[in-house]
């Protein structure tokens, strides 16, 4: 999104979702957008990201029809929900059931396919097709990976011919999961303290180690080391497990053992914070006119206070910028920075000069 907005020179709204008290984000609201709507009348696409990394889905069919009433088109990065169609418990809440314009899915997220393997659909009187394949012939290959190809049919099959018996054992281990591990008492798990009010996909396996002497980052390197489960991410306050159709009975036994004596080791403080900053930087210039800026300077995080980044700041996973060009540094981002930075969790920058940031004085 962001090379679009460099390459065509936009301007980003932001939706900004509410975050909880352990810093997840939580879905974008129904009326956020509305507002958004009425308050920037030359908005020409809503772009939503559901599931999120965490697994919190949005309601993508209410968001669409208020969208569609200005006919402005939807898409959606459910890059972690391909398999949302294939689920049961989930289908209904699948971007392209709910009425989105463009949703873009990667397959090897959370179906059994090689890395690599996406698909666009496109789905709307809103959106121009061809427009889209002159755009596609321009950033992709000439060459196509038959290889990657194969994957996606091989995996089409194995949805089409066993994926309803798959996703039935799934959701089975999911619940057994869920329910063992009701009993743990200080790790905690999203999926068993989620709002009923919430949207969750409980196959990604959030495990919050907040309020505990122990960081996302310290947790996972426990398991990572001591019991050879390598998670997904990690963060100051949690983790995230990954699990999908092709995880074994034992793969969920070996994590719910692993998490138990884990949580009989741990302690209770009070010492984590929130994982992400809540407001969005104050913003002096455009990240174009930012990124074109001549005048320069490299200068250590803890003097940018008020200065003005020239590059993009963020952490990996997920790679949402912390702060983005154009965006001024303020006390309560440089702290943030230092702190994943204390919590060995890597901060990145677009000039890999972390933690020297290049900053803009015209």
């Not at 929900?81 to 949703?103: M, P, R």
């Not at 455009?286 to 003005?308: P, Q, T, W």
């Not at 981002?333 to 900053?359: C, G, H, M, W, Y």
Request: charged share 25%; net charge negative.
């Amino acid at each position: 999104m962001y090379n679009a907005i460099e390459l065509n020179f936009l301007e980003p709204i932001y939706l900004k979702p509410n975050i909880n008290q352990y810093g997840i984000e939580e879905e974008i609201s129904v009326e956020e957008i509305q507002t958004k709507i009425e308050q920037n009348q030359d908005i020409k696409l809503v772009v939503i990201t559901s599931p999120t990394y965490e697994g919190v889905i949005s309601n993508i069919k209410e968001i669409a029809k208020i969208a569609h009433k200005y006919s402005i088109p939807v898409l959606v990065d459910e890059a972690h929900g391909a398999h949302l169609n294939f689920d049961e418990n989930l289908k209904q809440y699948e971007a392209l059931n709910s009425g989105a314009d463009i949703v873009i899915q990667s397959l090897h997220k959370t179906l059994p396919a090689l890395t690599q393997t996406a698909i666009m659909h496109i789905n709307s009187e809103f959106v121009d097709e061809k427009k889209i394949e002159t755009q596609l012939a321009i950033f992709e290959t000439s060459s196509p990976s038959y290889i990657l190809m194969s994957s996606i049919e091989e995996c089409l099959n194995i949805l089409e011919n066993q994926g309803k018996e798959l996703f039935e054992e799934y959701n089975k281990r999911l619940e057994e999961f869920y329910e063992e591990t009701k009993s743990l008492k200080k790790l905690k798990i999203l999926g068993n303290i989620v709002s009923d009010k919430l949207i969750y996909d409980k196959g990604k396996i959030v495990v919050i180690t907040k309020n505990t002497n122990i960081t996302g980052k310290e947790l996972a390197n426990i398991l990572r080391n001591k019991y050879k489960i390598e998670v997904e991410m990690s963060s100051i306050n949690y983790i995230i497990a990954m699990t999908s159709v092709c995880d074994s009975e034992e793969n969920f036994k070996r994590l719910i053992t692993a998490l138990k004596d884990i949580d009989n080791q741990v302690e209770h403080t009070k010492t984590n914070e929130i994982d992400y900053i809540v407001n969005i930087p104050e913003k002096a210039m455009s990240i174009n006119h930012a990124i074109f800026a001549e005048k320069s300077e490299l200068i250590n995080i803890e003097d940018v206070r008020n200065k003005i980044s020239k590059e993009y700041v963020w952490v990996y996973p997920p790679g949402i910028p912390l702060i983005t060009p154009g965006e001024i540094f303020d006390q309560t981002i440089i702290d943030k920075l230092l702190q994943f930075e204390a919590s060995n969790i890597e901060v990145r920058t677009s000039s890999e000069n972390f933690p020297n940031i290049i900053v803009t004085t015209d």
